[in-house]
């Protein structure tokens, strides 16, 4: 089966930068649309960036574009986020999604099949 697991958040000040790591096992991610989501206390799941399957090919939050950068490496089978000028918004649990067998990134959270157990991302004042 597809797992999913994110590494790399932790609590930093306002300005400074972090980078997330999501390791898929099971499958390779070479033929899966691989996203970012997040979730702050008492806000539903959102969008956050996307990447399509054998491609570059990306998609931004309007939130987030110019600081987030999304990533692959396929030998690594790994998708990274590179999160740049953190603001105490960007506050939240940050999950990444898979989804197979489609060309195209979407926004739609209930159309990723798999995702990981999150990791905290706390961004201070």
């Known amino acids: 089966q597809v797992q999913l697991v994110e590494s790399g958040g932790g609590l930093v000040q306002a300005g400074v930068s972090l980078r997330l790591s999501c390791v898929v096992s099971g499958r390779s991610i070479s033929n899966y649309t691989m996203g970012w989501f997040r979730q702050a206390p008492g806000k539903e799941r959102e969008f956050v960036s996307g990447?399509?399957?054998?491609?570059?090919?990306?998609r931004y939050a309007d939130s987030v574009k110019g600081r987030f950068t999304i990533s692959r490496d396929n030998g690594k089978n790994t998708v990274y986020l590179q999160m740049n000028s953190l603001k105490p918004e960007d506050t939240a649990v940050y999950y990444c999604?898979?989804?197979?067998?489609?060309?195209?990134?979407?926004?739609?959270?209930?159309?990723?099949?798999?995702w990981g157990q999150g990791t905290q991302v706390t961004v201070s004042s």
């Open positions: 999604a898979a989804r197979p067998n489609i060309l195209g990134i979407t926004s739609t959270t209930t159309l990723y099949p798999y």
């Open positions: 990447i399509v399957r054998g491609d570059s090919t990306t």
